[in-house]
Nanobody
């Protein structure tokens, strides 16, 4: 069982930056692929970024070049650094953990554990 707690959301002006953190419980954090997803009002949950075996990373096209996912296994924490934020990045951001450590995944269906979400609001 893995429990995830996100933090770092807030209100920021367009062009600004935020860093989200996701603290995980459990001794086997390093063996999970980790992902960030987001959901805007009236929209489906969408993939943002993931990190898996060998610190391989993947990003949605909409955030590529602006967002960076990283992890610190000693702290059981995964991060999402968000730069050059746009109003369309406004959403609730969720951290998720998947047992598919070696393959990674962009689909929320393959993630086993979820955090409660943190709100990110980007004003124009």
């Amino acid at each position: 069982q893995v429990q995830l707690v996100e933090s770092g959301g807030g209100l920021v002006q367009a062009g600004g930056s935020l860093r989200l953190s996701c603290a995980a419980s459990g001794r086997t954090f390093s063996r999970y692929a980790m992902g960030w997803f987001r959901q805007a009002p009236g929209k489906e949950r969408e993939f943002v970024a993931a990190i898996w075996s060998g610190d391989t990373t993947g990003y949605a096209d909409s955030v590529k070049g602006r967002f960076t996912i990283s992890r610190d296994n000693a702290k059981n924490t995964v991060y999402l650094q968000m730069n050059s934020l746009k109003p369309e990045d406004t959403a609730v951001y969720y951290c998720a953990a998947s047992r598919r450590y070696y393959s990674g995944s962009y689909s929320h269906y393959t993630y086993d554990y979820w955090g409660q979400g943190t709100q990110v609001t980007v004003s124009s």
